[in-house]
C-alpha cells in the first residue's frame, strides 16, 4: 500500500512524521466519522427526532469493533466509505436503535465532519512544532545577532549583515505564516450537515437547531449554507500549507548553499548514521533540508488538486469532492516531515562564525562596495561614484589588490573609506532588523500557544 | 506583443477588462514607481538625508516623459526595469538633484512598492464587481426564494430545493470569498524598502524612520523585516484570486449545465451577436460562463508559479522573484474577467420556473424518494424503508407509474404519502438556507464597501 | 498509513487497481530492489570485479528475508532506502561475498532501476486494460455507428450526429495516447549505473561494459551519459499518464451529461450497491466516471511535482529526486483506478438509442439549423442565409412551431427543406469518421499487444 | 497592455525573443487564420463546391487589411475570433465570393488550423536554438573533456570528474529533449477541420477528399477524426517546452552555484552593462541563468492549464478550449527566452579550470575518500573500508592533515593510496562519459537539421 512516498514503509518514516501518520490514519478516519454519528444522534435526540438512546448506544462503539478492509471493499461499490459505515455501525446496534442512525444526513456530512475533526488535531501537531521552531530560531537570531555574515543576491557576494538577521529572516517568514494560523483553524473548524442536497429538509423545522447542537457538541461552528459544493475552505487550507512548506523552504535552501563544501558558514548537525551516503563514507550531506525541498517541490500540485476541486458544481458533483482526498491529507504529511526537521534544524544548526568571517574578508573588500559607492555619491554624484567603484572592483578582481587601497590610490578620501569599510554600520542595521524579527516571534508564539 | 490571451488585440477584451488592463499597463507600472521614488525622496528629504527639492522635482516627471520601449531595451541587460528607470529619470533631474536619487534603495523596492500600489487599485475594482454581483445575485436569490426546482447530485435528480436556493449557494461561496479581501488587502498593503540585502543599512540610524514615512506617504504597511525573498503575501494574493474564480467557476459550471437544451431551467441573456456560433445561426452558447471556466481551468497554474517563486533562499534569488512576474498580474487579468462575466450573469439570467417545475415532475415522483424514505424509517427501520423504495423505484423507471401510486399498492400509509409527496416542507428548508445567504451577503457587503 | 487516498483501506480499492497496488508495494520495491543488486553482481562477476558466487548468493535472498519497517526506520537517518537495505543485504550474506556487494554503484543507481522494473510491470498492466477498453468502444462504435443522437457544444444542441461518432471520438483519443505508449516504454526502460556522480568510475575501464551488461540482465537499455540528474523520462512518463488520464476523463464528463436525468441517453450498468446513495435510495450514480474524473482533477498537480523535480543540479541535488516518489507512483495508481472504470463503462455502459431519438426531435427542427443555413447560403449568400434560420429559429422558440413549416412559410425551397433535415447525410458522415475511428483502433491494438 | 510579464514593453525582452513574439503576433495570428481560408477555399474549390475565385481573392488579403482592434471589440460578444473574422473578410470580398466563404467549417477550425501554423514557425526557431546551444556545449565538452572538477551531491563535495563531463551532462539532457522534437513535429502539424461536430457533413461525400486536399495546401497532416475536444497533442507540445525549460534550468542552476563568489568556478561572460545592480557597482549577477530559471519556476503552472483544458467534454465544451490560449503561446514565449540565454551562456561561458583545481584541493584530499575507500574494501570489506575512511575523514576535519597522511598512518597500503589518490582514473572515467554525451549530440543535431 505504497502510492504515495509518505504511506510506504520503507519511505513514509522519512517523510512525514509518526504523530501526523496517526491523525490520518484509516482508524482515526473511522473514530472521527463515528463522533460525527454520535454528535449527530445526540442532537437529534435532544430535538425528539431520534430515540435519546441512541447516542450512548453509538459511543460505546469503539473504531476497532469495525472492519476497516471490509469497508473499502464495500465503499468501492458505493463511491464513498459512509454509506457501508452506516450500515455497519447499524449491524452493531440494536435494531430498533439502528433504523434512526444517520437521519436526515448524508455521506458528505460525516465524511466532511470527521475530516474537519481531523484537522483539528493537525492543526495542533503543527502549532506545537511551530512553536518550537520559532524558539530555536530565536535563540540562533539572538546569539548570532552580531555575528558578520555575507548577505548574498543572485549567489554572490551583495553586503554584509548578520547571521542572526539571516536567521532572523527566515524566522519572520515563518512568523508570518504562523500568524495567520489562529484565523485560518477558526474559519475551517465548521461542521457538515445538510443532508442530501444541503438543505436538511428532513429534519423540518428543527434543521437549525440540530445543526447547531451537533456542531456544539463538536466543538465546531455552523456554516450559513452547507459547503457540500463550497470548498474555498479547504483551498485556504491547502493553500497555507504551502506556504508554509515554501517558508521553510526558504530556510533550506539557505542552508545547503551555506553548507556547501566551499562555503561552509553552516551545517546540520551531526548524528550517527545520519546523511550519509551508500559510496561515500565522508559525505555529511544536508539530509534534514533536503526533505523540507523534497515536500517544497511537491506541495503545489498539491493545491492545483484542491483548486481544481473548488469548482464543484451542483449539489454535489461527480469525482471533484474525491479528488480532495488525493490531496488535503498529503499536504499535511508533508508539512509535518518539513516541519520535523525544520525544527531539528532550528534546535540544532552547527554555525561557524568564523568561516563567516573568512568568507566575508576573502574578496578583497569588495563586500564594503555598496558603502563606499553610497558614501562616494554624496561627494561626486551617483552615477561618478558607481563607475569609479566598478572601475576599482575590476581591478581587485584583476590584481588581487584590496579594493581600499585601489580607491585611496584612485582618490577616494581616507576618512569616508575608514567609514565605509567599517563592518559595524552593516551589522549594526542588521542587528536592529534581527531584533524586530525577534519581537515578532513573541506576539505569534503567544498566539499560537492559544490554539 | 500577445503570447498571452489577456494582452492580446484580439481575445484580451474577452478575457479581461478594461479597467484592469489599465491597472496593469506598462504606463501604470512606470507611474508606479515614479510615486515610490517621489516617495522615497520626501522620506529622505524629511530626514535630511537627500536635498529637499529633490522630490518636488520628482513629482513633476509624468510616466509619458519616460521612454517605455527604451526602458524595455535596456531591461534586458539589467535583468530589473528600476536599473534603467532611475537612470533615465536621473536623466531627466537636475544633476545636483539627480545624484541623491533612490538613496539606500535597491531595485526590488521600487518594483515591489510599485506592485503594491497597483494591487491596491486592482482590489478596488475587484470590490466594486463583488458588490454588484452580490447585488444581483441578492436579486435572483429573494425572487426565487420559493421557486421549486430540481436539487441534483453527479447531474442526477436527488431531492428538492428552490432557484433561490441554488442561487444562494452560488452567493453564500462568493460572500466567503469576499469575507477575506478586507484582511488580505490589509496583510498585502506593505510597503518594500530594505535596500540591496533588506537591512537599510546605507541610511545609518534613520533607517527605520524612513521606511516608516516611505510607507506613510504611500497609504502602505511597514513589514517588520524586508520582504525581498518573503512572497508569502503574493502567494495569498494569488490564492485569494484562484479561489475567487473556483467560486465563480461553481456558479458558471451549474449555468452551462441548467442552460442546456434538454434542462433549460436557466438561459445567460441574448444580446445581439452575443454567444453566436459561425456555424450554428441557432445557437445561444452560454459565452459568460465559457469566460469564466477558462479562467477557472488556468488560475490554478498561475498559483503554482507563485508557490514555486515562494521558496525564494539568500538575500535575492536567481529568477524566483521574476517568475512571479508571470502569474501575479494575469491572475488578475483572469479575476477581471470572470467577475465582469459574472456580474452579467447575476445581473441578467434569464430563470425559468415553469420549466423547473417541469423537470421535478418528469420522473413520476422519483424526486421525493427520499422524502419518503425518511419518512417510513420512521416506521419500519431504515434498512426496510431504503429497500422499498429502491423498489419501487425501480418499477417507476421500468412502467412510468407514478411513484405515489407503486408505494400505495404496496402498502405505504397513504397519510405518509401525502407528506412526503408535498414540494412545500422541501422549499421552506431551501427557503431557510437562501435566507441565511441573503443576511450573510448584507454583512460582507457592508465590509466591501469600506475598502 | 493514509496520507493519500490511494493507499488507504477504506478508499484505496475504489481508487486503484489491486494489481497495480501490487507493483508499487513496498514488497515489490524491495523485490526490484534485489533484482538490481543481483544483476549488478552478475555482470561484476563476469568481469571480473567481484567474486562469481554473489550474483548466485544474492538470488538465493527473497524480498520477505529483509524487515521493511526497519528498512524504513533506517531511512529516516539516511535519506535513501539503498542504504539500509545493503547493509541489510549484507548481513544476510557470507561475509567475504558480502564485502563485494553494490560495487562502484551509489544508492541512486540501485533505487532508480528499481523504479523503472516496477514502471516496465506497471506498463504491460495499462497495455492490457487499454486493449479491453479499446475492444469495448470498438463494440459500442460500430453497434451506434448509425444511431443518430444529438452533437452538442457548450452543452447546447448543436447539429446531428451518431453515438458510434461519439463513442469513435472517445476511442480515436485513447488510441492517440495508446500509440505513444510503445515508444515511451522504449524510452523509458533505461537502467540506472552511474556510481556516485555518474562516471562509474570506481569500475576503472570495465565500466561500459558492466553498464551493458547490468542493463542486458535487466531487459533494460543503456543511457548515454548517467540519468541520476536527468529526469525528462520521468516527466515524459508523468506527462503521458496525466494526458491518458484528461483522455479518460473526457468521455467520464460526456458520459455524467448524457446520463443527467433529463437527458438519460446513456448510464452506467447498474450492478448491486453500485453507486447508491445513503440518503436517496432511488439514486444510480455515475460512480465509474465520478472515479475517472476526481483522477482527471488530481494528475495535473502530480504532474507538477514532476516538472518540478526535473530541474536537479549538480550530480545529486538536494530534495528533488526525493520529490519524484511523491508523484510518480501515485500517478500509476490514479491511471490504474480510471482505467479499471473506463474498461467497465466501455463494456457495460447501457445506451438508449430511443431517447437519444427523442432528444432529436425535441427542439422542432433547430437541430438541423446548420444544414438548412448551409444549403440555403448557396442560393442566397451565407449571412441572408444566417439571418433567415436565426429569425425563423427565434420563432420556433417563441411559438414551438416546427423549423421547417416556419422556414417554408417564409419562402424557402421545400425540396431544399426535405434534403437539409434529412437525418441521413449527418448520420453518414458521422458514420464514415466512425469507421475512420475504428481503422485506427486496429492498428493502435496490434501494437499494444507486442509490448 | 501586459498582464503577462512576455508581452510587456518593459519586461518582455528580458523574457521571450523578438523572433517569436512575431510568431504569436496578433497579425500572424490572422495571417495564419487568413492562409487557413485560403487553403479551405482552394480545396473546396478543387471540389467543386465553391466557386474557383474565391481562393485567390483571398489570397490577395493581406493581415493589414484587417482591424485587429475592430475584430477584438467584436470577439467579446462571440467568444471566437474566427466569427468576426470571416465577416470581415466577407466585407473585403465580392459579394457573391462571401457567401461561399467558410464553407462547411467551424471557427475552431480555422483558429486551430491558424495555431498549428504557428506552431510550425516556433518549432523551426526553437530547432535552430537548439542547433547552437548543442555547438556550443560541445565546444565547451571537448575544450574541458579533462580538466578536473569537483563533482558534487547535495551541495557537497562527492568524487572528482570533469568539468567536460559536467557541460556534457547538460548536453545530454537537452539531446534527449531534443530527440523527441522531430517526432513532435510531425504529430502535431495536423490540420483541424470537421465543421460544427466534428463530422464535416455539410461537405457530404466531398467530405475526407476536402479535408486532405485542406491540409495538403497547408503542409499538415489530417487526423483519423476531428480533433476538437482532442487536445492531448496541446499537451504533448506544452509537456515538450515544460520539460526542455527544465533541462536548461539544470544548467542554469548548476552556473548559479558554480559562479558563487566561494566557488567561482564559472562565470556568465562580461557584458557592458549585464548583470549589474542598482545599488552594487561590483556586482555580476548571472542574469542569463536568472532568466532561465524564471521560466522554470514559471512553466509546470502552464503545463497544468493545457491538461486541465484537455478534459474536454462533448463535440466542444464551455471554456476549456480558450483556456489553451493562455497557456501554450506563453510556454513558447518563456522557452524562447531560456534558449535565447542558455546559447548565450553556451557559446560564451568563461571557466576557470584553475580555480576548479583549487577547489578539488581545497578539503585535503577527502574528495579520493570514495575511491580509497573502494580500493580498500577490496582488502578489508567494504563495512570496514567504510568505517575505516569515515574515521580519518573526521580526523582530516578535525585537524586539517591530509586525508592521505592519516590514512598511511592508519595502516593503509601506500601503493593502494597512490592509485586511489590519482585524479587520473576519475578524469578518465568522465572523459568516457562525455565522449558518449558529444556522439549522442553529433546524432541529434543531425536530425534538428532536416526541420
Known sequence: ???????????????????????????????????????????????????????????????????????????????????????ALEALLPEKLGAHLHKGATSQDIVDTALVLQIADAISLIAADLIAILDGLATLT????????????????????????IAGTWMSGICD????????????LVASLGGPVGTLAALGEAAEAVGEDFAAELGLAVAPVAWHTNRARMVAVGSWLATLIATLARMATDIVFMSATEIGEVGEAPAEGRGGSSAMPHKRNPLSSAVILSAGAAAPGFLVTLINAA??????????????????????????????EARRLAESLDVDPKRMRANLDMTGGLIFADAV????????????????????????????????EVLLRDGAPAALLEHAFDLRPASAAAASAAGRALRQAVTVKRDLRKL
Open 177 to 188: 505564516a504562523a500568524a495567520e494560523l489562529p484565523a485560518l483553524r477558526q474559519r475551517t
Open 142 to 165: 539572538r546569539k548570532h545577532r552580531r555575528s558578520p555574515c555575507v548577505g548574498r543576491t543572485y549567489g554572490q557576494h551583495a553586503a554584509p549583515v548578520t547571521f542572526g538577521y
Open 373 to 404: 559607492s553610497t558614501a562616494l555619491a554624496g561627494r561626486v554624484g551617483r552615477n561618478a561614484a558607481q563607475a569609479m567603484v566598478a572601475k576599482a572592483a575590476a581591478e581587485v578582481r584583476a590584481t588581487g589588490e584590496p579594493l581600499r
Open 311 to 340: 469548482a464543484s458544481g451542483q449539489q454535489r458533483p461527480a469525482g471533484l469532492w474525491q479528488a480532495e482526498w488525493h490531496a488535503l491529507p498529503s499536504l499535511f504529511g508533508l508539512a509535518s516531515g518539513a516541519l520535523g
Open 1 to 87: 500500500m505504497t502510492f504515495s512516498a509518505l504511506d510506504s514503509g520503507l519511505t513514509g518514516p522519512l517523510f512525514a512524521s509518526d504523530a501526523m501518520r496517526t491523525v490520518f490514519s484509516d482508524r482515526a478516519r473511522v473514530a472521527a466519522m463515528l463522533a460525527a454519528e454520535t454528535a449527530l444522534a445526540r442532537a437529534e435526540g435532544a430535538a425528539g427526532l431520534v430515540p435519546k438512546g441512541l447516542a450512548p448506544a453509538l459511543a460505546r462503539i469503539k473504531p476497532d469493533d469495525l472492519d476497516i478492509a471490509a469497508l473499502g471493499t464495500r465503499t468501492r461499490d458505493t463511491g464513498v466509505v459512509a454509506i457501508p459505515f452506516v450500515k
